[in-house]
């Protein structure tokens, strides 16, 4: 669905050649999953609770590539495949609803959503690349300023996660955005060395790291390329 573009769309691709783009990851960056209070571990433990499963078996059931990387009737299916292979009532209307309960009681890094948000005021084309279930896409579009969001690559819509050089290679497709014009943030090292091997500029870091970010995309901002 990436690859049709319009005469429209490709003088929109030439004019952002030089435009400077931000992407910022979602776990740890934006959603502070390791937090004291809230996690995504404890998160995870209560659904587990609630819906009655085992622990082991749902995060190996967690841990499918698949579960991050469909979405609609193909997520569905799989959902209740396995709520079938563990012999549970439960619906997948009540995993959806279990899932969303607990992981909205994760806190943000709100002074990150504040950086996101200032950013594209200031002119500055900004993003997301994340890997992610489709019920996590809810979750964002419930706390985020999704207006100020130029560009959202997901994986479950993507349908390949991060390392895969593919995710970068439609980053620049879409955006249009030369590699050098392109910073990205990222909790994982091994993220950010696939972007960097493109000739992206990022920096592995945590929202709780702020100071340091906002020195890192600023100095970017201002450099010539």
Known sequence: MFDIIGAKERKKLKDNKNKKLVVFDWGDVLLDVNSPVYNSYTAIKNIGHDMGFDQH???TFLKKKEFWTTEGEKLELLINEYLEEVNSEKTVEDFKECYLKHFRQITWFEDMIEFLTSLHDQGVCTGIIS????LDGELLAEKLPMDKIDYRFYSYNLGVEKPDSKVYEIVETVSGCSPENI???DDKQKNIDAAVARGW??????GDEITKIKEEVYRFINTEH
Do not use: E, K, P, V
């Open 57 to 59: 078996s749902f995060i």
């Open 131 to 134: 890997n992610l279930c489709q």
């Open 183 to 185: 910073f990205f943030m």
């Open 201 to 206: 500029r990022g920096i592995c870091a945590t």
